[in-house]
Each structure stands twice: as structure tokens, then as C-alpha cells.
């Protein structure tokens, strides 16, 4: 560990797991809390076997400054430049989240969004989570949360800055509506969507995860139908979703992209602590639908897994 006088990173607060000292990470995700207001089923942070135990008292988690100091010194050691954030719910904690942004160059806060939104400013992005219309979004996030999110979206106060995307996770069970969703958030002031696909544990055999991603590719298909319909509005790459069928997805998941470039820290007690990967210890690789694992192999080209990349699917 180094010091100030050293010139080496300070970094206060431990990091343990499967942290690697000598990562390039370009990307970090956050979990500020393990608090949340919400138990959504599918949820990956909450599962057995991952770094996940909230104390009674929010304020009895690591402290906003050694967090900061913890980041400041991992941003110097390992070149990270963009900071996802995340929990348990993240706008718990809205003045960590607000002295946390000045640390990165790109921030993106990922948000239930049944609290109001704070103001971060035009540079910093919103992801807003909603699983499927109504009936569908409140049985696997909670009875009530899909109204308190629409009414968060739909009155914005005037002048709000920083822009909002919603990210839904499409399953086995919400695969067939998700033009519905689509359709009701257009109507809010939410600037985009994106669709992201459920990852599983190994060996889940829950209503929300496909057997094979062969069985996945029509839920994929329909994301495509309705990314050729809303072009402007559902911002997943078409490479993207190209990569997600089969046979391309294995390729993809087999040299996972955001394994190596993404450094997850989860809190556990006074420190952090890096899982296996950002979805946790427990995933099935060969069925993630994780989307910034394939919006990361889309940028390293589709000519790599073996995808005919065409103008229109960039
Ligand atoms: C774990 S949550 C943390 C941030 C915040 N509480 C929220 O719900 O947006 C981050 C994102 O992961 C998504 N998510 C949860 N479980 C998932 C799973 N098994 N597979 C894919 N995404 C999942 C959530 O819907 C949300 O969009
Ligand atoms: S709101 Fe987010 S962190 Fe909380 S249970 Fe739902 S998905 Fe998990
Ligand atoms: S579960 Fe997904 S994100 Fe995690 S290592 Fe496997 S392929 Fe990558």
C-alpha cells in the first residue's frame, strides 16, 4: 500500500477476491450500498454466495471518504476512466454519488428510480430499471414500482440535465410485451432505452432464464424488431443484438469482454471485494445476456466472432 510521500495510489480501504493489483481496468462498477428499498427477484446482488450483507444502519457501511480515497488511488493504479454505479440502490446515497462523479471522466448511475432523481448535471447518464409493462414490471420488482417510476419519469422538474435511460431486462416471462414498455415510456421524458437480458446462476432453472441462448433468440429477434421500429430510441447496437444469437453469443461469452475490462468492487463490511465477475460469483457464462458484454464485443468488431458486419448492423 502506498503512501502520499511514496507517489504510490493511497488506497485505504481493502480490496480482496479476485481483484488482480496488476489489472487494466477502463471500467469500474461501484455497489455504494447494500441497502435497497426494493427485492426484486431476479436480482444478481442479492443471491447466495455474493458480497451482499447490508449492516442495520446504512451509515454503519464504509465510510464516503475512505470510499473516495479507495477510488481516487484504484483510478491511478489501474487507468479507470469510466464509473458505473451502482448497489443495492444507489441514490440512497445521493452526496457519495455527487463527490464520487468529480472522480471519473464518464459516469453512468444505474437507478430503480421509485425515488426522485437528483440533478447531476448534463455529463452524467441515468439508467432507470423497468422489467416489462405494469403487471409484468411489478411482479418481478415489487407491487407499486412501476407507477412510482413513470411518475418519477413523467415530471422531471423543467430544466433537468442529465439524460435518462431506461434499461429493461428482458426474460422468458416479459419477452412477449416488450413493445408495451416500450410504447409507455416513450410517452415519459426518458430519452432512450435499452434492453439488457437476464443472466442466470449456473444452475437456474427459474421462470426468468431461457435453458440455451438458442431457446434466447427470439426474445432477441423481438429486441431487433423493435430496435428497427424505434431506431433512434432503443440505443442497443444492431451488432450488438446480432452478437447475442447463436452461434456468435458463445463465441462471445467464452472470452467474455467485460471480464478483463471491468473491475466490479462489491462491499463487503469495511472493504471491497471483486467477485468473478461484475454479475457476481454464481453466473452461467454460457447463457449471460449481460448488455455490456455485447455492446463491448461489438466495439472490438463483429469480424472477431465471425459476424459479417454490415452497415446496418453497426
Ligand atoms: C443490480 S441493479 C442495481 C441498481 C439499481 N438498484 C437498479 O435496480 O437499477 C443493476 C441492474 O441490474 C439489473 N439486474 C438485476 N438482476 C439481473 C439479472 N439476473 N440479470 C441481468 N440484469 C439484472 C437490474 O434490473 C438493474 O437494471
Ligand atoms: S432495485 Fe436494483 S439492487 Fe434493488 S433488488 Fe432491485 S435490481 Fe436489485
Ligand atoms: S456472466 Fe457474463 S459478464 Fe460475467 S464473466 Fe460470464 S459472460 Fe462475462
Redesign the pocket.
Known sequence: MGSPDSGAPVIRAQVGGHYREDGHYPIVVVNVTNH?N???QH?F??RDGNPNLAPESIRQEMDPESMLQTLRGLRERHGLSVALWM???PLLKPRLLADGIGLFAHNTITT?GTVPLTDFGPDVLYVV?LDGPEDLNDAI?GEGSYRRVIRNLSRLPQGFSTPVQVQCVVTRRNQHRLGELVDAVRETQANWMTFSFYVPRASDTGPDAWATVEERASAVREVQRLKEKYAGFVRNSSLSLELMLPPYARRVTDACPAHDAILPLYLEGDHFTTPFCCYGNDVDCDRCGAWVVFQLAARLGGERYGAIETPAAT
Do not use: A, K, V
Open positions: 435497497c426494493l427485492t426484486c436480482c446482488i442479492f448497489g443495492g440502490e430503480n430499471s420488482r
